[in-house]
């Protein structure tokens, strides 16, 4: 198979919010979503799901919200609690975006912002 043609790729991202609120939420969200598709060079049209998880704290919204919100109204969204470990980043949002894409797995850009940094501090911003 070459090199060149595309492949089903996983891109894994999180932010975090001040608050358990809604705007905060889904602005939150949206940031990261742009972002993550910014720095991999994609398109909603790349897209084939996205897996949303939410820790315990954060009950004001779907994150999916601001997947519609931007546009992403035709792929399969799913969101979910995330289990509850003691120390874990608190009010924290994380993605797992499933896309087609040319790029290999070393070549692509998970996106960790604000307080999820500390999730994945070896990665660049």
Same mark, same amino acid.
């Given at each position: ?9 996983? =891109? ?10 809604? /705007? ?12 993550? =598709? ?24 779907? #994150? ?11 792929? #399969? ?6 289990? #509850?470990? #003691?120390?874990?980043v608190e ?10 894409? /040319? ?9 960790? =912002? ?7 501090? /070896?990665?660049?911003?």
């Amino acid at each position: 198979m070459s090199m060149d043609r595309q492949r089903v790729r996983a =891109l894994r991202g999180a932010t975090t919010v001040a608050a358990d609120d809604r /705007d905060e939420i889904v602005a939150a969200t949206a940031e990261l979503l742009r972002a993550m =598709l910014d720095r991999n060079g994609a398109a909603v049209a790349d897209l084939i799901s996205l897996v949303f998880t939410s820790t315990a704290d954060l009950v004001s919204e779907f #994150p999916a919200v601001a997947a519609r919100d931007i546009g992403i109204s035709e792929v #399969p969204l799913l969101c979910a609690q995330e289990i #509850p470990v #003691p120390g874990a980043v608190e009010r924290c949002i994380r993605v797992l975006m499933h896309l087609y894409t /040319d790029r290999g797995y070393a070549d692509l850009r998970h996106v960790y =912002l604000r307080g999820a940094r500390a999730l994945r501090a /070896d990665l660049p911003e």
